[in-house]
């Protein structure tokens, strides 16, 4: 069964660097999500893309983060100068028509 | 304020027995509903998703209620199994009309079952 992968599964970095978080949506999906989760609390949504743009973002997803899809199969997410309240796990999820999403496994990011 | 409550916060149930699950939410305008469950550590793998004129849908064992009106849902699951430890978040959907809307999560109950 086709499924989202992400990579690495655990990243760490130290504050102000910058990091690329990579996922393969699920190969014939339109739409892509970036959806972080700080331990202990509630899924958070990020950015939603389609047609290779930016179609909604949250109040999160300020100037420091970018997505890109730089190929057919690659979306990435890049946060330009990490923040220790960076720290959480990302989760990337795609889908064929909007209604249903697939989620990967998660990055862990953890900022020291 | 958009926002999705759920209820309890963790429940520990013995293996074989039913439970409930309980969402409300204050998300307008309103797309659809989902229920996730989410292994530690893991993505969320969707269970159910309801729009606005579904009342009731199942999965497996799993059933999932939506009264509009009263902006609630429930998760019942029958005969609960080891496997079924988990968080179980209620997510709901924005409708913004023409574009994707994007999804308003709770922050799940976390559900432990003991042998």
């Known amino acids: 069964e086709p499924e989202v992968t992400q990579t690495p599964s655990h990243q760490v970095t130290q504050m102000g660097q910058e990091v690329i978080l990579r996922c393969v949506p699920i190969?014939?999906?339109?739409?892509f999500y970036w959806y972080r989760q700080i331990l202990g609390q509630k899924v958070e949504f990020l950015v939603s893309?389609?047609?290779?743009?930016?179609?909604?973002k949250s109040e999160i997803f300020d100037d420091q983060f970018s997505v890109e899809r730089p190929d057919g199969s690659n979306f990435t997410l890049k946060i330009r100068s990490t923040k220790l309240e960076d720290s959480a796990m990302y989760f990337c999820?795609?889908?064929?028509?909007?209604?249903?999403?697939?989620f990967g496994p998660g990055t862990r990011l953890t900022v020291t | 304020k958009n926002q999705v409550e759920q209820s309890p916060q963790s429940l520990i149930i013995l293996e074989g027995k039913n439970c409930t699950l309980q969402?409300?939410?204050?998300?307008?305008?309103?797309?659809?509903l989902r229920w996730y469950k989410q292994d530690t550590g893991r993505g969320p793998v969707s269970l159910t998703i309801m729009t606005f004129s579904e009342n009731t849908k199942s999965n497996g064992r799993y059933t999932a209620t939506l009264d509009a009106d009263t902006k609630q849902s429930s998760l019942h699951i029958t005969a609960s199994q080891l496997s079924d430890s988990a968080s179980y978040i209620c997510?709901?959907?924005?409708?913004?009309?023409?574009?994707?809307?994007?999804?308003?999560f709770g922050k799940g109950t976390k559900l432990s079952v003991k042998p």
């Open positions: 969402c409300n939410y204050t998300v307008s305008p309103f797309s659809n």
């Open positions: 190969s014939n999906h339109l739409y």
């Open positions: 893309f389609y047609n290779n743009e930016i179609s909604e």
């Open positions: 997510v709901v959907t924005m409708n913004y009309g023409g574009s994707q809307g994007n999804l308003i």
């Open positions: 999820a795609s889908t064929e028509t909007y209604y249903e999403q697939y």
